[in-house]
């Protein structure tokens, strides 16, 4: 079974600051994505980042960008310029992929982000 | 393109009685899977359904089953409710097995409340 580790429950950021999220987890796995969502007040799940486990080079996304160290099982989310409505839970999620189907999500304990003026 | 709906968005019920929710994907998507959401063991897996049949499912009572129907839209039950059942539950949706594309978009989540 896969874990998924978070182990910063809250952090606090002040706009325009670059904060990074915390994630590792534990596969015995070789084909898997991993991916951050992002749950603000509003209880909407929104996807932020994937990455692809076979793929060395980190992801990014506008602001949003990943440390991928496979090696080291670890998954990092930094968020540069941070915003306002960047306040919300932050989850990481481990997904397997077997024989080339999607399967469920196996997601960590969550970070609360504030950030602050 | 709309995104993920679920209705009810909330939802009190008594102990005891039944309850059924729904979630329609998003246009295209074809699988989608339940989650539920409560303060004290987070978010876990219930079960995904990809053309009318159930691939996987998580480890959870009997009482929480689900269906899918051929326009994709999908429906969970649970039966004999418990105060334990109080919960946020998620559905996402995600492109068909095997598209190399697995991500999945989640709707905004029934609350349901078990008094």
């Known amino acids: 079974a896969q874990t998924v580790t978070q182990s910063q429950p809250e952090m606090s950021v002040q706009e325009a600051e670059t904060v990074t999220l915390s994630c590792t987890y534990d596969?015995?796995?070789?084909?898997?994505?991993l991916f951050w969502y992002k749950q603000p007040p509003s209880r909407q799940m929104i996807l932020v980042i994937r990455?692809?486990?076979?793929?060395?080079q980190n992801a990014t996304e506008n602001r949003f960008s990943v440390n991928f160290q496979k090696a080291a099982k670890s998954f990092s989310l930094k968020i540069s310029d941070s915003q306002l409505g960047d306040t919300a839970m932050y989850f990481c999620?481990?997904?397997?992929?077997?024989?080339?189907?999607?399967?469920?999500?196996?997601f960590g304990t969550g970070t609360r982000l504030q950030v602050t003026l | 393109k709309a995104g993920v709906t679920q209705t009810p968005r909330y939802l009190i019920k008594t102990r005891g009685q039944q309850v059924t929710l729904s979630c329609s994907p998003i246009?295209?998507?074809?699988?989608v899977s339940w989650y539920q959401q409560t303060p004290g063991q987070g978010l876990q897996f219930l079960f995904e359904?990809?053309?009318?049949?159930?691939?996987n499912k998580g480890n959870f009572p009997g009482r929480f089953s689900g269906r899918q129907f051929s326009n994709s839209r999908s429906e969970m039950n649970v039966s004999t409710l418990e105060l334990g059942d109080s919960a946020l539950y998620l559905c996402?949706?995600?492109?068909?097995?095997?598209?190399?594309?697995?991500?999945?978009?989640f709707g905004p989540g029934t609350r349901l409340t078990v008094t």
């Open positions: 596969t015995s796995e070789n084909n898997y994505y």
């Open positions: 359904y990809f053309s009318e049949t159930q691939r």
């Open positions: 246009s295209g998507h074809r699988s």
């Open positions: 990455q692809e486990a076979y793929k060395q």
């Open positions: 996402a949706s995600s492109l068909s097995p095997g598209t190399g594309l697995y991500e999945q978009y």
């Open positions: 999620a481990f997904m397997k992929l077997n024989t080339g189907t999607a399967s469920k999500l196996t």
